[in-house]
């Protein structure tokens, strides 16, 4: 799946650095990105982002994923699972407004 080498990419880059985003914490997001690489192809969430990757940038493009989320991971807890729901659950959210923004505002 692409998404989740790219997605993976840009965990790997945060962690060392050089990413989007500063961590509070670059060993929990090692380990979310490794508990990311041992899902099955066929995880739900992990075929709910690849599709919306595909129709949008909306993902990448989340301040609530980069600026929220990804960062603080490990600093109260390092439930990967809830980081992937929590991804999933904003994710959906970004793409709401961003197709109700299209509909106000179709032009």
């Given at each position: ?7 993976l990419a840009r ?59 990804v960062p603080d ?32 505002d179709p032009g």
């Amino acid at each position: 799946m692409a998404f989740t080498a790219d997605f993976l990419a840009r965990l790997k880059e945060c962690v060392l650095g050089t990413g989007p985003v500063e961590l509070a914490r670059p060993d929990a997001v090692a380990e979310f990105a490794d508990y990311l690489s041992h899902l099955p192809e066929t995880d739900r969430r992990l075929r709910y982002l690849t599709t919306v990757d595909e129709v949008s940038s909306v993902f990448w493009n989340s301040e609530e994923i980069w600026s929220e989320l990804v960062p603080d991971f490990g600093v109260e807890d390092r439930d990967c699972e809830a980081l992937l729901d929590s991804l999933v659950d904003a994710t959906i959210a970004a793409e709401v407004d961003s197709i109700e923004l299209g509909l106000q505002d179709p032009g």
